[in-house]
């Protein structure tokens, strides 16, 4: 069975442009979540979808957004990138039941120069 | 709001030797409680959980935690070590009482253990 898959896993962008990460979760997962992990502020949820509905959402900036396809893909957006948007972004997936945990990405690591 | 403190952010140890990595929560009627690994440049595996019953979870790779409610405590404790061990641990929890929207994780900072020879 294949695991979360992220996609690009490096990508290095300059401030002020927008960057799109893709997630792929594990076939009849239907819960996505995303987490931003730095050095200082250490592993912060940004938002999980469930059927394509956002169920809840972290305490980032409007520039953060995501979706959910029917297919249970996501993706989030990062408008407007800033220096300090550098950070290993993580995808984690779910039945969507508690009882069997998040299962995450190996994630993408983003730059921002 | 739910806080995880994770008490000792580097914890070094011999191979072959007992350790315990520490972890308390901010209260709340009832928790959920997870410890993730991380090795270097990976994503984050679930190494064990405690939902209900049973307070002691095991893993399959010798990995023990007990939930102490008193205490808010999940500390996670191995008897002995391997090389392999050596990676980052994340204590996090969830609280499902606020609601079905509530699936979020909130983690603690980590604790590098570095298992030497």
């Known amino acids: 069975k294949a695991g979360v898959t992220q996609t690009p896993r490096y990508l290095i962008k300059t401030r002020g442009q927008q960057v799109t990460l893709s997630c792929s979760p594990i076939?009849?997962?239907?819960?996505v979540s995303w987490y931003q992990q730095t050095p200082g502020q250490g592993l912060q949820f940004l938002f999980e979808y469930f059927s394509e509905t956002q169920r809840n959402k972290g305490n980032f900036p409007g520039r953060f957004s995501g979706r959910q396809f029917s297919n249970s893909r996501s993706e989030m957006n990062v408008s407007t990138l800033e220096l300090g948007d550098s950070a290993l972004y993580l995808c984690?997936?779910?039945?969507?039941?508690w009882g069997y945990g998040y299962t995450f990405g190996s994630g993408t690591r983003l730059t921002v120069v | 709001a739910q806080s995880v403190t994770q008490l000792d952010s580097q914890v070094p140890v011999f191979e072959e030797a007992p350790v315990e990595l520490r972890c308390n929560y901010s209260s709340s009627v009832s928790v959920y409680l997870f410890w993730y690994v991380q090795y270097p440049n990976q994503g984050l595996q679930l190494l064990l959980k405690?939902?209900?019953?049973?307070?002691l979870v095991e893993s399959i790779n010798g990995f023990e935690a007990e939930f102490n409610k008193s205490q808010t405590s999940f500390h996670l404790r191995k008897p002995s070590v391997h090389i392999s061990d050596t990676a980052e641990y994340f204590c996090?929890?969830?609280?499902?009482?606020?609601?079905?929207?509530?699936?979020?994780?909130?983690f603690g900072k980590g604790t590098l253990l570095t298992v030497n020879p």
């Open positions: 996090a929890v969830s609280d499902p009482g606020s609601g079905g929207s509530n699936y979020k994780l909130t």
């Open positions: 405690y939902l209900s019953g049973s307070t």
């Open positions: 076939s009849g997962h239907r819960s």
């Open positions: 984690a997936s779910s039945l969507g039941d």
